[in-house]
């Protein structure tokens, strides 16, 4: 148990689709983070908020747009996705005085149609 | 630029012991983190190295070598339940995340 929980673990969307990933944590961390894991490649980095303030935006095409409310949750919203997008989107947790130790929710297995 | 580089597969046998080396390239290096991740599961933190030399946490051990960009995570007395993807990482030169390697995939036959 990682005290971070992410919804929907699968979601299957259409390219014309709009949907949310949700992920929560109960760690009481003050950084959160967005990841995308494709096959055969390495996480690659795609969002960090720190206090709720977004300091990294890792180049990341504008169909994806993540919120952050509060220190609990993250958000990233996806609209018009292409089918290479198709991944697992993992979110994790930490402080920012140790970015060494982050917590990883399960993850929501995306597939774009 | 910031990268990382470990093999991408490693094999062996139950009660064995395994190394699974990453070196790496950056500036402004802070330390190396190890994560293990199960298929179909969530990476989660094994080891954090910000000085050189072995620290040890039961059957597993990690190493950094600062000054050979080099570190290594060995696994003792292995078991099935090791089967599992290990990545080294270490955070960005603005300390705000961290930078992954590829992963290794180990696999423990009996």
């Known amino acids: 148990e990682t005290g971070v929980t992410q919804t929907p673990r699968h979601l299957v969307m259409g390219m014309t689709n709009k949907k949310s990933l949700k992920c929560e944590q109960h760690?009481?961390?003050?950084?959160m983070y967005w990841y995308k894991q494709s096959a055969k490649k390495p996480l690659e980095l795609m969002f960090v908020?720190?206090?709720?303030?977004?300091?990294e935006n890792n180049s990341v095409p504008s169909r994806f747009s993540p919120e952050c409310p509060n220190s609990s949750h993250l958000f990233l919203h996806l609209h018009t996705l292409q089918p290479e997008d198709s991944a697992l989107y993992l979110c994790?947790?930490?402080?920012?005085?140790?970015?060494?130790?982050?917590?990883f929710g399960p993850g929501t297995r995306l597939t774009v149609l | 630029g910031q990268s990382l580089e470990q093999p991408s597969e490693v094999t062996a046998v139950e009660g064995a012991i395994v190394q699974i080396n990453c070196t790496y390239q950056?500036?402004?290096?802070?330390?190396l983190s190890w994560y293990q991740q199960h298929d179909g599961g969530a990476p989660t933190f094994l080891s954090y190295?910000?000085?050189?030399g072995l620290e040890e946490t039961g059957r597993f051990s990690s190493f950094l070598s600062r000054s050979d960009s080099y570190g290594y995570l060995l696994l003792q007395e292995l078991q099935m339940k090791d089967s599992a993807s290990y990545f080294c990482?270490?955070?960005?030169?603005?300390?705000?995340?961290?930078?992954f390697g590829k992963g290794t995939t180990l696999s423990v036959s009996s």
């Open positions: 950056t500036s402004g290096f802070y330390g």
């Open positions: 760690l009481g961390h003050n950084a």
């Open positions: 990482a270490f955070p960005n030169q603005a300390g705000t995340a961290l930078i």
């Open positions: 908020y720190s206090l709720e303030e977004r300091v």
């Open positions: 190295n910000a000085l050189d």
């Open positions: 994790a947790s930490g402080t920012t005085r140790e970015t060494d130790t982050q917590y």
